[in-house]
Every structure is written in structure tokens, then in C-alpha cells.
């Protein structure tokens, strides 16, 4: 079956960094493009990021929110996705998805989806 | 960034009812757009994708039209478990752009 699980969540002051990881199984990982969703409390959902799959070499997008700040990376060996958040702001709270994007043709499909992971920055 | 504009914002029906949920996108998206559904508490469901794609083991009652710049989420036949909120999300282009949702709640 196909899982992934986010862990990393957490408080964090402003300024300050925390890194999400999204363990998956039961998929060839390096064959699918994966990217992270989030949605802040009683909020609608924002796309944060993007990382193509081994073919086109794990290239990555960014939205404009969090370009600059955080970076979407993957350990292949792992079969992990990360997060790295730096320069964290009290806008930056939220749950945070990852999710599988399961087409082969040129519109995406989320099919599948972590369950989240909460973030929360606070002095 | 492509403007996603959903209507409405929230919508009462009864069980059986026929519930149409429209999304407008700021330019041609040709049909990169999915909808999704999500429960409190839980993480977004796909419903459709390619605008009018059933995902596998979503049921017939949800169906999806529209290109270009304008989109349909039906649901033929209004079901309890159906109450939820329900977004759509452009896929064109970067960066990916969602609608602000659509809150359907059981009368």
C-alpha cells in the first residue's frame, strides 16, 4: 500500500528553522514528482513546492511565499522527501502535507497524501 | 499567478440534491485542474483530475467539466458522507494556484 508520513512538526520561534521529513512507501519514489501543501489554521490549502523526479533530476519550484527560505529535497536511499524551513515566520503556521503526484502525462494528479504535520511559530 | 475564484463560498443542500461547485481560473488553463475534497482534520482527497477524470474508487456521483477557463464539480445525488470542503487546483502553471474552497454542509 501506498504510504507517506510527515514527522518533524513542531514550535519554533520566528527566525528560527526546522526541517520536515515525508517517509514513503509502497512506490517507486524516484519515478514520481513530490511536493509539499500546507494550510493554515481554518484556512483554504497553498502549494509550497515541488521536486521533479529522477528523470528530470529532482529539479525543484518554489511559490513565492517561501522562495528563498525553504528547500523541498529528497534521499533517494531513504525514500524520504524533506522540508528545510529557515527564516521562519509567524506565517508560516500551519499543517503541512506532502503528497504524490501519481500522473504519468502532463497534469498532475495528488493521489495520495501524508496526514500533516503541524507547525507553529511563536515567541 | 493564475487566480483561482470558486463559487460559492459555502452552500446548504439536502441529501439527493443535485450540487454544482463552479471555478473560474484568471486565464486558459486548458484542463490542468483537479478538485479535491477535505474533512476536517484530514488531508485533501482527489475526486478529479484532467478537469473531468474520475479518480479511481471515487464514486460515479462526482463528475468534472470544463476547459479553458471555467470549471464544474458536480455531485449528481447529494450523500451524507458528502458534507466536506471541496477546493480545485490549477496544475498549468507555477506556482499551483487553488480556489478558496467551497464548504457543502447536509440540511
Known amino acids: 500500500d501506498v504510504q507517506l508520513v510527515e514527522s518533524g512538526g513542531g514550535l519554533v520561534q520566528p527566525g528560527g528553522s526546522l526541517r520536515l521529513s515525508c517517509a514513503v512507501s509502497?512506490?517507486?519514489?524516484?519515478?514520481?514528482?513530490m511536493d509539499w501543501f500546507r494550510q493554515a489554521p481554518g484556512k483554504g490549502l497553498e502549494w509550497i513546492g515541488r521536486?521533479?523526479?529522477?528523470?528530470?533530476?529532482?529539479?525543484?519550484q518554489y511559490a513565492a511565499s517561501v522562495k528563498g527560505r525553504f528547500t523541498v529535497s529528497r534521499g533517494e536511499s531513504e525514500n524520504s522527501l524533506y522540508l528545510q524551513m529557515n527564516s521562519l515566520k509567524t506565517e508560516d503556521t500551519a499543517t503541512y502535507f506532502c503528497a504524490r503526484d501519481g500522473s504519468v502525462g502532463p497534469t498532475s494528479k495528488f493521489d495520495f497524501w501524508g496526514q500533516g504535520t503541524l507547525v507553529t511559530v511563536s515567541s | 499567478a493564475i487566480q483561482m475564484t470558486q463559487s460559492p463560498s459555502s452552500l446548504s443542500a439536502s441529501v439527493g440534491d443535485r450540487v454544482t461547485i463552479t471555478c473560474r481560473a484568471s486565464?486558459?488553463?486548458?484542463?490542468?485542474l483537479g478538485w479535491y475534497q477535505q474533512k476536517p482534520g484530514r488531508a485533501p482527497k482527489l475526486l478529479i483530475y484532467a478537469a473531468s477524470t474520475l479518480q479511481s474508487g471515487v464514486p460515479s456521483r462526482f463528475s468534472g467539466a470544463g476547459s479553458g477557463t471555467d470549471f464544474t464539480l458536480t455531485i449528481s445525488s447529494l450523500q451524507p458522507e458528502d458534507s466536506a470542503t471541496y477546493y480545485c487546483?490549477?496544475?498549468?502553471?507555477?506556482?499551483?494556484?487553488f480556489g478558496g474552497g467551497t464548504k457543502v454542509e447536509i440540511k
Open positions: 486565464q486558459d488553463i486548458r484542463s490542468d
Open positions: 487546483l490549477q496544475d498549468d502553471n507555477y506556482p499551483l494556484t
Open positions: 521536486s521533479r523526479n529522477k528523470a528530470l533530476s529532482h529539479t525543484t
Open positions: 509502497g512506490f517507486p519514489f524516484s519515478d514520481h514528482h
